[in-house]
C-alpha cells in the first residue's frame, strides 16, 4: 500500500475519529476511577497502587506513545512517502526487535530492583513496611505491562502512519475494560483485594495491544525479527530519542517527585492527586492528544514534500481549535469540580473528606490544562522537524520550575500545592515552545492568535461564572444520584449555551467562521 493509495483524510476528519475513539475510551477510564474509588476510596492500599502503577507509567513515556513513538514516526512515515511501504516495515522489523531485547530486560531489571525504585519514589512508605510491602509487589506484577503498551504504542504508530486511526484511538478502552472486568469480577478473590487492580493492568495491557493485530496485518505487515542497530534509519531514531527521553519523562518525573513529596503528606494525599489528575486528564486525551496524534505524520508528510507554506495554516487551525474546546473545558473544572467528583467517585468508600480534597487538587490543576493542551499541539511540529533538543529544554525547565515551587506552595496549599506547581511549570513550558516556534518556519500571526485565546478565556469564564448564580431545579426527591447528575448538567449545559453565545458576541474566529458557513447553506 503506498502512499498514492491511502486513503486521503481530511486532517479535522482524522481528528474527529480520533477524538471520538478517544473519548469513548476516556469515559471508560472514568468508570475505572469510579470502580476503583468504590472499592477502595482513598486508601493506604490505594496510594500503594498508584505508587507501584507510576513506575513503569514513567518508563511508558521512554518506550510507549512517548518518546520511541514519536522518534519512530517521522522516520518511518518519510519512508512511506519517499520511498516505499517494504524499506518502512524493515525499519519497523529493526525497532520491534529491539523494544524486545531492551524493554524486555528492563521489565527484568524492574522486577528484582523494585524494593529500590519504591524506595527511591516513596520513601515516606518506609515508615510503614505493610504498605512499602504491598508497593513493591504491586510494583513487580505491572512491570510486565511495559512491555505490553511499548509494543502497542509501535503498532498505534505504524497504523496513524497509514491513515489508520479509529481503531488504535480505540485500543485504550480496552485497557480500561481489562481494569474493570478484573475488578468487579475478582476482587473478592484476593486476600488484598487492590491486587486485581494490579492484574487487570496486565489484562488490559494485552486486550490494548491484540485489537490492533488484525489492522496491522491488513496493511501488509508480517513481522520478522531483525537485528541491524548500525542501521541508518535506526540510528536516525536512536538520535532523535535521547532527547526525547529527557523531554517527554519530565512530567512523568514531576509526577513521581509529586508522589515522593506526598508520601509525606497527610493520608490519601496521592490518591486525592490521581484522582484529581485523572479528572483533567479527560478533556487533554480526548481533545488534545487527539489532535496532537493527527498532526504528528500530517506535518511530518508536509515537511517531507517540502510544503513548508501549509505549516503555518495546520499550526493555527489546531491551536485554535484546540483552545477552543480546553479552554471551557478547563473553567468547567475549576467552577463545578466538586459537583464532577461528587457524581463520578462519591459512592462507596469515598467520603466527603476525599470529595473536599479532590476537587481542591482539581482547582489547581484545571489552569495548567490549558497550557498541557497548547503543548501537545506545538511540540508535533518540532518532532516533524527532526529536533528533539528544543522540547527536551523546554521540559527540562518546567521541571526546575516545579520542583523551585515545591516548598512554598506545599507550605501554602498542603498537598494541592503539588498539583499549583505541575500547572505552573507546564505554563512555563508552553511559554518556552511557542518563543521558540518560529525557528521551524512558523511564521503565524501571534497576535491574532492570542487575541482569539483571550475571546476564548473571557467567553469561557463568564459563562461559567453566570451559571453559579442560576437557581434551576427540576427534580425534587431524594435519590443521590439524580440530585448529583441535575447539580453538574443543569449549569453545564446552560454555560455551554452562554459559552456559545458569548463567542458569538465577542467574534471568536472559529464561532463567526461557522456561523458565516451555516449562512452559506
Known amino acids: 500500500m503506498s502512499i498514492n493509495k491511502e486513503k486521503k483524510n481530511s486532517f479535522i476528519g482524522s481528528a474527529s475519529v480520533v477524538a471520538s475513539s478517544t473519548a469513548f475510551s476516556r469515559v471508560l477510564g472514568l468508570v475505572r476511577e469510579q470502580v476503583m474509588a468504590y472499592f477502595f476510596g482513598a486508601s493506604m492500599a490505594t496510594d500503594a497502587f498508584v505508587t507501584a502503577f507510576r513506575i513503569p507509567n514513567l518508563l511508558r513515556d521512554m518506550f510507549a506513545e512517548g518518546a520511541l513513538s514519536q522518534a519512530f514516526i517521522p522516520i518511518f512515515k518519510e519512508k512511506i512517502v519517499n520511498s516505499s511501504d517494504k524499506e518502512a516495515f524493515r525499519i519497523a522489523d529493526i525497532v520491534f526487535t ?13 522486577i528484582i530492583a523494585a524494593p529500590v525504585l519504591v524506595f527511591m519514589f516513596a520513601n515516606g512508605f518506609v515508615a510503614t513496611p505493610e504498605k512499602f510491602d504491598l508497593t513493591v509487589n504491586l510494583t513487580r506484577i505491572m512491570m510486565v505491562y511495559l512491555l505490553l503498551v511499548s509494543l502497542s504504542a509501535i503498532v498505534m504508530g505504524m497504523l496513524n502512519s497509514f491513515g489508520k486511526f479509529g481503531i488504535p484511538a480505540l485500543s485504550p478502552a480496552l485497557f480500561n475494560l481489562g481494569i474493570i472486568v478484573t475488578v ?24 490494548q495491544l491484540v485489537i490492533q493485530l488484525p489492522l496491522l496485518l491488513k496493511i501488509g505487515y508480517r513481522f520478522k525479527p531483525t537485528i541491524d542497530f548500525l542501521d541508518e534509519n535506526f540510528k536516525k531514531i536512536t538520535r532523535l530519542l535521547g532527547p526525547m527521553i529527557i523531554g517527554l519523562s519530565a512530567s512523568r518525573i514531576n509526577i513521581l517527585i509529586n508522589t515522593l513529596v506526598a508520601s509525606f503528606l497527610i493520608e490519601g494525599s496521592i490518591s486525592y492527586l490521581s484522582y484529581s489528575y485523572r479528572l483533567m486528564h479527560f478533556p487533554l486525551g480526548v481533545f488534545a492528544v487527539a489532535l496532537g496524534t493527527v498532526a504528528l505524520p500530517k506535518v511530518t508528510e508536509l515537511v517531507a514534500k517540502g510544503e513548508k507554506g501549509k505549516l503555518n495554516e495546520i499550526f493555527e487551525k489546531t491551536l485554535s481549535l484546540n483552545m477552543f474546546v480546553v479552554i471551557p473545558s478547563a473553567m468547567f473544572l475549576a467552577f463545578m469540580g466538586k459537583e464532577i467528583v461528587e457524581l463520578i467517585f462519591a459512592w462507596g468508600a469515598f467520603t466527603e473528606t476525599d470529595v473536599q480534597n479532590t476537587s481542591l487538587a482539581l482547582l489547581h490543576y484545571s489552569y495548567g490544562l490549558i497550557a498541557f493542551a497548547a503543548v501537545r499541539v506545538i511540540v508535533p511540529f518540532f518532532y516533524a522537524h527532526s529536533d528533539s533538543k528544543l522540547p527536551m529544554r523546554a521540559s527540562l525547565t518546567a521541571v526546575v520550575i516545579n520542583i523551585a515551587l515545591y516548598y512554598p506552595l506545599v507550605k501554602i496549599l498542603n ?8 500547572s505552573l511549570a507546564g505554563v512555563a513550558n508552553c511559554a518556552v515552545l511557542l518563543y521558540y516556534l518560529s525557528q521551524k518556519g512558523i511564521d503565524c500571526h501571534f497576535g491574532k492568535l492570542f487575541l482569539s485565546i483571550f475571546r476564548i478565556l473571557t467567553a469561557s469564564f463568564f459563562a461559567f461564572y453566570v451559571t453559579r448564580f442560576i437557581p434551576i431545579q427540576f427534580y425534587n426527591g431524594s435519590n443521590k444520584f439524580f440530585i448529583r447528575i441535575e447539580a453538574l448538567f443543569v449549569p453545564l449545559i446552560s454555560a455551554i449555551v452562554l459559552y456559545l453565545i458569548f463567542s458569538s458576541i465577542l467574534r471568536v474566529p472559529i464561532v463567526t467562521d461557522w456561523l458565516r ?3 452559506r447553506k
Open 98 to 110: 529491539a523494544l524486545l531485547l531492551v524493554v524486555g530486560l528492563i521489565v527484568l531489571l524492574g
Open 517 to 519: 458557513k451555516l449562512r
Open 184 to 207: 468487579v469480577g475478582f476482587h473478592s478473590f484476593f486476600p488484598q483485594p487492590i491486587y486485581s487492580l494490579a492484574i487487570g493492568v496486565l489484562v488490559g495491557g494485552v486486550g
Open 415 to 422: 498537598f494541592a500545592g503539588l498539583a499549583a506547581a505541575t
